[in-house]
């Protein structure tokens, strides 16, 4: 395919289509740039308006089209009155090619749908190209045909959202009182976006049975001055039982626009800038009933919600009788206990009279009789019973039903908010719908008894408060699908690709994965090819969910997983660092299941220059101390004793004649030991240790000979000869970072008493040493007393503001001395012992971690008192 353009089967959008097309079961194009901001479309469908006939006829003659039969909806049982012919049929068509169709002008019609988009667009399949082409064609001509889209596959996590500005309640949803709580309806938003990063999401309808719906005269929902869209979208599914065949819109001339308050807080589009946010916003595609509240018509909606096979029917309405004889109870409880049989969740308004449900004098339907419904109170903004809402024992289960934030309508430019039982109802139907998603195979019933199940205990009236979160989360069996499982052991990590935006590494299914269960841990796999600034960045739900992360390497010596930077956001955290070639793994481990994003970002790094640049021969080594001088010439740059970052690199050749610069050979390190003699309980010891690579380490005398060879190892410690002078070089074959120390080092085969562990020399003074790290709450350090360490009677510490002990200890491991405060110093007093071996032992509070202690200069005599 020429032009912009072009067809990659093997690329990275034929990698995700191919997955998708194994999650849904289906054949899946993606059409865009080579990231996941594609669009993606079932490969070989289009959806042509059924009123088209002419067209559909021309895809099936010409390019061989089949129209795929819709779903064939059951029969009623027996003594239901079948509806007339045609509200069943489907409006739109949808038809699916078997082979490429083949499409005159195809790289053409490609190239002007893209139209002006910047850099190459790629589709993942001829198929996909071609039924793409042609769709675009008939488009163009102003044909009613479209390809079969996904929806927002690749959106961010649902970790805000907007609405409009409802006066009252703000247009931030999350923050509505009525979803806050113990009602945790935002935990159960999050955990259904959750499901559906993992599947394709299920078509769940919610019946609303009412009346007052602000459509215009086509049926169309009206969108509110200031408005970009009505809260029920584009176009709404719709039966006016009053005049079936036309539209079900109109105000009630009692209620107002009632109907189009309790759709939308039940199926209000969540997060679209628009109206309010209902409960099932997520998931739930309206279905507006006009009805007159006869009793005719609500036995009639139950019926064709059971013959079209919908999920969820609310009904924020009531019939009442003065006497039980009056009330057609047998065909009123078969027609709704067949709507429940067949699956249809029907949730009631309890009514908002302050009565005791049941009572023998007000026969109040759907609330009360009625089988297969469950009935909703109202509670007030502190989850008490409102004072309106009807109570007793027909009531199942509570929900918010004051100050409920609802969309726009004719009465209510800007939307308002709203009191009473017809909007808890909805909030229920809208959980409902979310339950029926995240689980299609739970029954009306299960459906039902999970809603009670799992509500909050509560007291006076109230029996069962809604806890949205807790019922999705049991609609699940407390475990999100999962598409990349196993991958919760080292042996079976899953591989990350390169899927992302820029080539970023993510999770081989796709952008998104689960933390499925709470015991759930995650293995990821990734390889570096060369030195690189890697970043790993995760984002899950931090109402859901804690998230730990850790970056390992496959090789347990290597260097770099521990040195990440950790930048920890609300719902996030990014590590990113300088890691060596190798393999990797990211370890996801947390305290509940969530969805989360993993990826991984590298960008190849050329290691720097050292401090001890240039030292590349014998004649530049860098002198190398291990213990402190007194006296030091000013032209003499020295370093330690201590530990230092050093690099094996490749410095950049440039030349005049090629007019650029390349890359040399790796350089090599050589270090001048000047060896003091060693101690009682010491010796000097160099030490070259945590190399990304394999290095040579050679120590040579001062003549240049050598003494000791070790090779293809990364952790090395040597004891050069005392009271001598010493050359160190360090080489490889592949750039790499070490650590490089000198230090005089205890001798622990020869120390006495409980002390034969290797530890730290006390430092001297002299030239402003690096801090003592208390890392640990007790640590020791060798002290030879007598040596000419220019200490006088005491050695000075800085006051790091800690409630710290110092102490002195013996042979016999007896504490001889203790610290004490002078002004802005700790002195620990020496004066009057024998010269000899003794251990100072530093004592820090439990949570003081990290503090650093400094030795300084000690006090002249006459200042220590």
């Given at each position: 395919m020429a032009g912009r353009v072009r067809v990659d089967e093997g690329g990275v959008l034929a990698h995700y289509a191919d997955w998708r097309s194994r999650t849904v079961g289906r054949s899946v194009a993606a059409l865009g740039p080579a990231d996941l901001t594609a669009m993606p479309y079932v490969a070989n469908e289009v959806i042509v308006d059924e009123e088209d006939r002419e067209l559909i006829d021309e895809l099936v003659g010409r390019y061989g089209a089949e129209p795929i039969d819709d779903r064939e909806l059951p029969e009623p049982p027996e003594g239901i009155q079948v509806r007339e012919e045609g509200l069943r049929g489907p409006v739109a068509v949808r038809l699916k090619f078997r082979e490429v169709p083949a499409v005159d002008d195809q790289d053409g019609l490609l190239e002007q749908a893209v139209g002006d988009r910047p850099g190459e667009v790629f589709v993942s399949s001829e198929m996909g190209a071609a039924v793409a082409a042609m769709t675009a064609r008939f488009a163009f001509d102003g044909r009613p045909i479209g390809l079969n889209l996904y929806g927002e596959p690749f959106a961010m996590p649902l970790s805000t959202a907007t609405e409009s500005a409802i006066p009252g309640a703000g247009a931030n949803p999350f923050a509505y009182a009525a979803f806050a709580g113990r009602t945790r309806m935002v935990e159960a938003w999050q955990l259904m976006d959750s499901v559906q990063r993992m599947r394709s999401n299920p078509f769940v309808v919610l019946a609303v049975l009412d009346n007052g719906f602000w459509l215009d005269g086509n049926g169309a929902p009206i969108v509110a001055g200031g408005q970009t869209a009505s809260d029920l979208g584009a176009g709404v599914m719709q039966l006016n039982l009053m005049a079936e065949g036309t539209p079900a819109g109109g105000m009630s001339p009692s209620n107002g626009w009632h109907g189009n308050s309790v759709a939308s807080a039940g199926a209000g589009i969540l997060n679209n800038a628009a109206g309010a946010a209902g409960s099932g916003g997520t998931v739930a595609t309206p279905m507006l009933f006009r009805t007159d509240i006869s009793v005719d018509q609500l036995m009639r909606a139950a019926r064709i919600c059971a013959a079209w096979g919908l999920d969820v029917l609310n009904m924020s309405i009531g019939t009442w009788g003065d006497a039980e004889i009056w009330f057609p109870t047998t065909a009123w409880d078969k027609a709704f206990r067949f709507a429940a049989d067949n699956g249809v969740v029907m949730i009631a308004a309890a009514g908002n009279s302050s009565l005791d449900l049941p009572n023998a004098d007000d026969h109040v339907r759907p609330a009360t009789r009625t089988p297969g419904v469950l009935t909703v109170g109202a509670l007030d903004a502190s989850d008490n019973a409102a004072g309106f809402s009807n109570y007793g024992s027909s009531v199942n289960l509570w929900a918010p039903g004051t100050a409920i934030p609802v969309a726009p309508d004719g009465a209510a430019p800007l939307g308002s908010t709203k009191n009473g039982t017809s909007f808890a109802a909805p909030i229920v139907a809208g959980v409902a719908a979310m339950m029926r998603s995240a689980n299609p195979s739970l029954?009306?019933?299960?459906?039902?008894?999970?809603?009670?199940?799992?509500?909050?205990?509560?007291?006076?009236?109230?029996?069962?408060?809604?806890?949205?979160?807790?019922a999705v989360f049991a609609a699940i069996g407390a475990a999100l699908p999962d598409n990349n499982e196993p991958n919760n052991t080292p042996a079976t990590a899953g591989r990350l690709i390169a899927t992302g935006p820029g080539g970023a590494l993510q999770p081989g299914l796709g952008p998104f994965t689960t933390r499925s269960k709470s015991g759930d841990t995650d293995y990821w796999k990734f390889r570096v090819e060369r030195f690189s600034t890697v970043t790993v960045a995760v984002d899950w739900y931090e109402r859901l969910s804690t998230l730990g992360v850790l970056v390992e390497g496959e090789d347990p010596d290597v260097r770099g997983p521990d040195d990440l930077t950790r930048t920890n956001t609300a719902g996030g955290l990014t590590l990113t660092g300088l890691l060596p070639p190798g393999g990797y793994r990211i370890r996801v481990t947390g305290g509940g299941i969530t969805a989360y994003s993993l990826r991984v970002t590298q960008r190849p790094a050329s290691l720097p220059r050292d401090i001890f640049e240039k030292n590349d021969s014998f004649e530049s080594a860098a002198v190398m101390l291990f213990e402190t001088n007194k006296w030091t010439p000013f032209f003499t740059r020295t370093w330690g004793p201590g530990t230092y970052d050093a690099t094996l690199h490749r410095d950049v050749l440039y030349s005049p004649y090629i007019g650029g610069g390349t890359k040399g050979s790796v350089n090599v390190d050589y270090f001048r030991l000047d060896v003091p003699d060693r101690k009682i309980f010491s010796r000097p010891a160099v030490a070259v240790f945590d190399s990304d690579q394999v290095v040579d380490v050679t120590l040579y005398d001062e003549h240049r000979n050598v003494i000791d060879a070790r090779t293809n190892l990364r952790h090395v410690k040597l004891y050069p000869p005392p009271k001598s002078t010493c050359y160190l070089r360090v080489t490889g074959s592949q750039v790499t970072r070490y650590r490089i120390s000198t230090r005089m080092e205890t001798d622990s085969h020869i120390i006495p008493g409980p002390w034969q562990e290797e530890l730290h020399v006390f430092p001297k003074w002299w030239g402003d040493p690096p801090p003592l790290h208390l890392e640990d709450p007790v640590t020791h350090y060798l002290h030879e007393l007598g040596e000419d360490r220019g200490e006088g009677s005491a050695l000075a510490f800085a006051d790091p503001g800690v409630d710290l002990r110092i102490g002195l200890i013996d042979r016999t491991g007896e504490v001889i001395r203790e610290a004490r405060t002078l002004g802005d110093r700790l002195l620990l007093d020496i004066e009057g012992l024998e010269p000899g071996p003794y251990i100072v032992q530093i004592t820090r509070p439990d949570e003081a971690t990290g503090t650093e202690l400094r030795v300084v200069p000690p006090l002249p005599n006459r200042d220590l008192h």
């Open positions: 029954s009306a019933h299960d459906i039902r008894r999970i809603l009670v199940e799992t509500g909050w205990q509560g007291t006076g009236r109230v029996t069962k408060g809604l806890d949205a979160f807790a």
